[in-house]
């Protein structure tokens, strides 16, 4: 405990209002604080504590090791400096503050080496002010704005950053002036020799005059972080802390349908409290804008806009949420204080759906996971998003009306189209191809989905999965007309009530199949094969194979949640497994066209698979493969997820053709794909682009399956 | 003797709504059809009703059912059921129609049976198909006796029209209850809709990416004139900025059903056929026999639509001249 060559204080008189100043803006910290965590309070339930452990060991990483903001190198080390440099000062701070008591930190305090590193980080912290000052101020990329409130909130910051690491600067230098170079530090020893002319009396009082300088700079600075982005410096460690650990490809699931008295979220407090964490966690960076496929093609949809206005929202009505009997509404301080455009939209009433986050903007995103996949701070906005398209649809009945056909069919005909689901299995007449229910042992079920069943260039699709699936003499089976739609776009539109109804029809179906993997002890009735449990073992696990990552999404990942547990491949993955055991073999380098691969979505960002695809194709193709720059989890949406697919487009640039003129630009003559919607979607793309003679849409399958069939390995492809 | 059907035909300024005349048309084949007109050109229209198969009007003339919202309307149709007994109250599918059938159905406990798509008797048992799921069909009947309410879907009849009959008209004279003037309409607005009106043509020629370029879009706009159409189009056009989104036929644009459709350079993708597939007659125009289009198409040619269009065109026209 080495006191302070100098008293900080000059003396009790200071030390006693320092003391006074400090519990002043403790409290204050407190009250501004303690608000947002009652208000977290407020909202509704939710369990974040699964994988304890890989939680701890992920929350050093992101925020100690400051992984996720790394990702982008430039501001990313410039962060990690400051981030480092401000926990770092803190220590400092508080050793100065122990200062005013004639005291010091055990093992910090007086320690030459710690002053060392403190100064040291105060240069690296300086050098990244630069950095974001020139970017904020010179570069101004445009996702630092936001519509929500001005640019100033970015400046005060750095000021006040800037504040601190000169204060403290200030404050060694004339430390070490007063005290002849006895109070060493490295920045003091530097510019300390420039105050020696001063005397000692001028140094020490300007030495003291700092010391306030820094100690109130900081406290201010606690006091304005609760309502500033720099809010997210207190509540990113817990936000990543509590992130989703959950399979990504799943959505919340709405319990209790028939019962509960609201369908989605039109109102802040309605989302659970990680939901609103996640506006405290922002840290507007907009780093989800510049990846959305909606903002880059100019749709009213900006993912930073979503979170921010949640987070407004919820301020709006802070007051309201926290009611009349809480410490904060007695102390008259329950409403939290708002910006100037937030003033506004308060005064009009202007509500959370439909006016601070406008239902365009709701409609536009593709649910490509883009946004959530950039995040450093693991923020969700999906379930955002499609939360409040459930108020929407469910309590609004406020959806594109394009959309209706799409809830009757699937309602009726259990396929989006008006065709009867009795002829679902019309693709396959003359394949040789079993139902279920003339093959019950089969092996693998290829599950067919909508678009592979009746639209016709995906029956292709489907037709070479077959052939595959026989060159590999794979005992397997289709469902036909037991197999209905799955229910993933209903509800990523929003219509949760028609997923559960599809899903519970589909769990029932292939439960019966004996393909339930996870025996529910619970009910009895679940993971058995009709009679398999009392005739003794089991049936080994069976597979279930689909062409569509939306089908395998929702029933890999969603399903679950009614109890439906299943063994899911996607065929790309299938195939290479196929390939590696040396079920189907493949002439090397049988197609040599120039080809580049776009991931889809639902496998890639929500599922990790993005290697088995391409090895699958090249081993096909030995000249590799052009990849589009963005690729694997920069993957660009092809614009039909989210039920966009069955939405117009009505605003900006189509994204469909944005991707497939990337994929033009790679000069690649085939864009593989892996997804009927993106098969759709960009063969659409391409003939909007009028570029039908230069680039072929082809499903991997479809690439594989000519291979087989093609007799003579040196055959090249004619286009 | 022949089973009576009453129709109530709803105006639309001052004209029986085409829905209204369809149903009248089926009603006069399936048995005796009384029409009732309600509204301030009751009278008026009631004198031609006879020409689309009613044999007895009943007509209203009182502006009380223009200004108020379907419940005056009820209560007169109420009011003429205590007295007659018909044996079906056929109605076209209408926002106001359908309102006055669920009201009618309730207070006078009839039975209603919606989205027909045929009916006919089977003695004095009525057998009404409904289409359920896709290309499925039921059929299905009053457990009753009594009048039952039918709501047909539009376009699914005819009109037909028979110049010179005319109907019995009895003009109604009956005070209309204070009570049932309770929703006054204050204002009309007519919703201005762009581009051709889809849903309410009987031909509809249309043109997808086959035609080549967006100036040959004119061949289709062509042929829809000279058979008095209207001009449609894919999504793959409309995306191309061809034509605007209003010409748009398919799953994400208007769903219609007239009674011919001319494909013209259409593969048939799924997102169109959803739109148009139950079209009466359906002829394709494609260079591609493998089209998907031939398979829903009564009526195929094979070859390409810009030699065709023309030549289709020019005999239209000639034989409309003779």
């Known amino acids: 405990m080495t006191p302070p060559v100098i008293s900080p204080t000059g003396g009790w008189v200071g030390s006693a209002i320092f003391v006074l100043v400090f519990i002043g803006a403790l409290i204050i910290f407190g009250i501004r604080a303690g608000r947002l965590v009652a208000l977290l309070a407020k909202a509704r339930p939710e369990d974040r504590t699964d994988h304890i452990d890989d939680r701890i060991g992920e929350f050093f990483l992101t925020v100690l090791g400051q992984q996720g903001v790394l990702r982008d190198p430039i501001p990313g080390l410039a962060h990690f400096f400051t981030f480092w440099g401000f926990v770092i000062i803190q220590f400092g701070l508080l050793n100065l503050m122990l200062g005013a008591f004639n005291a010091s930190l055990p093992v910090l305090g007086g320690n030459r080496a710690f002053s060392i590193v403190l100064d040291i980080f105060v240069i690296l912290v300086a050098v990244a002010l630069i950095v974001f000052a020139f970017r904020r101020a010179v570069v101004r990329p445009r996702q630092l704005s936001s519509f929500l409130h001005g640019p100033w909130d970015g400046f005060i910051i750095l000021g006040l950053i800037l504040l601190v690491i000169v204060t403290l600067s200030l404050l060694e230098g004339f430390e070490y002036a007063a005290s002849n170079g006895a109070a060493w530090t490295l920045i003091g020893s530097w510019i300390g020799p420039w105050f020696s002319g001063l005397g000692t009396r001028d140094t020490t009082i300007l030495y003291r005059f700092f010391w306030w300088a820094h100690v109130l700079t900081v406290l201010y600075f606690l006091t304005y972080l609760p309502r500033s982005k720099h809010l997210h410096l207190m509540a990113t460690p817990f936000n990543v802390f509590f992130r989703n650990y959950k399979a990504k490809g799943a959505l919340p699931l709405m319990e209790d349908l028939e019962e509960r008295e609201d369908y989605g979220v039109a109102k802040a407090e309605q989302f659970t409290w990680k939901q609103l964490l996640d506006g405290y966690a922002c840290t507007e960076c907009g780093r989800c804008n510049t990846v959305c496929p909606a903002t880059n093609t100019d749709k009213p949809l900006f993912p930073k806009e979503i979170v921010l206005g949640v987070k407004e929202a919820l301020f709006v009505r802070s007051a309201e949420i926290l009611g009349e009997n809480t410490l904060w509404a007695k102390l008259g301080v329950a409403g939290v204080p708002l910006d100037e455009t937030a003033k506004e939209k308060a005064a009009h009433h202007e509500p959370m759906v439909g006016g601070i986050i406008s239902n365009d903007a709701l409609w536009a995103c593709t649910t490509c996971r883009a946004c959530m996949e950039i995040c450093p701070v693991s923020i969700e906005h999906v379930p955002k998003i499609v939360d409040m398209r459930r108020h929407l649809v469910m309590e609004e009945s406020e959806f594109p009306t394009e959309v209706t056909p799409l809830f009757n069919n699937i309602e009726r005909n259990a396929n989006p189209w008006e065709i009867s689901n009795d002829k679902r299995a019309d693709w396959a007449e003359g394949l040789g191809v079993p139902l279920m229910a003339e093959n019950p042992a089969a092996e693998v079920l290829y599950w067919v989905g909508c678009m592979g069943s009746f639209d016709r260039r995906n029956q292709r699709v489907a037709t070479a999965v077959v052939k595959i699936l026989q060159a590999a003499h794979v005992n397997f089976a289709i469902l036909g007309p037991e197999e209905s739609c799955t229910g993933d776009p209903a509800r990523r539109i929003g219509n949760e009530y028609l997923w559960q109804m599809m899903a519970q029809q589909n769990i029932e179906t292939l439960n019966g199949y004996g393909f339930n993997t996870a025996v529910d002890s619970s009910n009895g009735q679940n993971g058995h094969a009709p009679g398999a449990s009392a005739e003794g073992p089991t049936l080994k696990p069976r597979t279930i194979i689909t062409a569509c990552p939306h089908c395998f999404n929702t029933i890999k990942n969603e399903y679950p949640q009614l109890g439906g547990n299943y063994e899911v491949m996607h065929h790309t993955v299938f195939i290479e497994q196929l390939l590696a055991d040396g079920k189907i073999k493949l002439p090397e380098g049988f197609d040599q066209r120039k080809l580049t691969y776009h991931d889809p979505c639902y496998i890639g960002r929500y599922n990790d698979i993005y290697e088995e695809p391409r090895r699958v194709l090249t081993v096909l193709n030995s000249n590799g493969i052009s990849e589009m720059a963005r690729n694997r989890n920069k993957s660009f949406c092809c614009g039909g997820g989210g039920g966009r697919a069955w939405m117009e487009e009505r605003t900006g640039k189509r994204i469909n053709q944005t991707r497939v003129n990337e994929a033009l630009s790679t000069g690649a003559e085939v864009l593989a794909a892996a997804c009927p919607f993106c098969i759709t979607m960009f063969d659409d793309g391409v003939k909007g682009v009028e570029a039908e003679e230069k680039l072929q849409v082809e499903d991997i399958s479809e690439i594989v399956a000519r291979a087989i069939e093609t007799p003579s390995p040196a055959t090249r492809l004619e286009a | ?322």
């Open chain 2, 1 to 322: 003797m022949p089973n009576t059907i009453w129709v109530l035909v709803e105006l639309e300024d001052g004209k029986p709504a085409r829905s209204s005349l369809e149903v009248l048309s089926k009603a006069a084949q399936l048995g005796r059809a009384e029409a009732i007109v309600l509204g301030s050109a009751a009278a008026e229209v009631a004198s031609t009703l006879g020409e689309y198969g009613a044999e007895k009007v009943y007509a209203h003339a009182d502006a009380a059912y223009d200004d108020y919202l379907t419940l005056p309307a009820v209560d007169t149709v109420s009011q003429l059921l205590q007295q007659h007994q018909p044996a079906l109250l056929l109605l076209a599918t209408t926002y106001d129609l359908r309102d006055i059938a669920a009201r009618l159905d309730v207070r006078n406990n009839m039975g209603l049976i919606t989205d027909a798509t045929d009916l006919q008797f089977d003695g004095d048992t009525l057998l009404v198909t409904v289409p359920w799921g896709g290309e499925n069909v039921v059929t299905a009947t009053f457990p009753k006796s009594g009048t039952g309410i039918v709501l047909a879907r539009p376009k699914a009849f005819s009109v037909e029209r028979h110049e010179g009959k005319t109907a019995e008209v009895e003009m109604l004279n009956i005070p209309l209850n204070a009570e049932s003037q309770k929703i006054k309409i204050l204002e009309r607005i007519e919703v201005q809709s762009e581009g051709p009106a889809l849903e309410d043509a009987t031909v509809i020629v249309s043109g997808g990416r086959g035609l080549g370029k967006p100036e040959n879009f004119r061949l289709v706009e062509e042929l829809a004139t000279a058979l008095g159409g209207a001009a449609g189009a894919t999504r793959a056009i409309v995306d191309a900025g061809w034509v605007p989104y209003s010409y748009q036929v398919g799953q994400t644009g208007k769903t219609v059903k007239p009674t011919l459709y001319v494909a013209c350079g259409i593969s048939g993708a799924i997102q169109h056929l959803a739109g148009m597939k139950g079209s009466k007659y359906i002829v394709a125009i494609n260079r591609d026999e493998h089209a998907p289009i031939f398979s829903v198409a009564d009526f195929g040619v094979i070859g390409d639509v810009l030699t065709i269009l023309p030549q289709l065109t020019a005999e239209v026209k000639k034989r409309k001249a003779q």
